[in-house]
């Protein structure tokens, strides 16, 4: 199984971007798919998480100016950035929960920089 996130680059503050990961492999099926972003210095921090429904949860920081959604027929997962700060740089990853023949894992994407700047 293999996440190929995209989409990060350079923006001004109040911008927007969009990411997209993507899975692929041999898989029976994907349940929650989220983004994470770790900043140089800092920890990895949850983002945000989309679950098997509609339903999606996000952090504090991000809640009102991101939005995550999924196209489960693409098994891909999106990350719509509005309102980028300089404090959104970092680099983006994605994870998702996929079952395969072998049992449940968590895979991770290889991460796309985002970065916020005038």
């Known amino acids: 199984v293999q996440l190929q996130a995209s989409g990060g680059g350079l923006v001004q503050p109040g911008g927007s971007l969009r990411l997209s990961c993507a899975a692929s492999?041999?898989?029976?099926?994907?349940?929650?798919m989220g983004w994470y972003r770790q900043a140089p210095g800092e920890q990895r921090e949850r983002v945000a998480d989309?679950?098997?429904?509609?339903?999606?949860r996000y952090s504090d920081s991000v809640r009102g100016r991101f939005i995550i959604s999924r196209d489960n027929a693409k098994n891909t997962v999106y990350l719509q950035m509005n309102s980028l700060k300089p404090d959104d740089t970092a680099v983006y990853y994605c994870?998702?929960?996929?079952?395969?023949?072998?049992?449940?894992?968590?895979?991770w994407g290889q991460g796309t920089q985002v970065t916020v700047s005038s």
């Open positions: 989309s679950f098997t429904g509609t339903s999606a």
């Open positions: 492999g041999p898989f029976r099926s994907i349940g929650v």
């Open positions: 994870k998702a929960v996929v079952w395969t023949s072998g049992g449940v894992n968590e895979y």
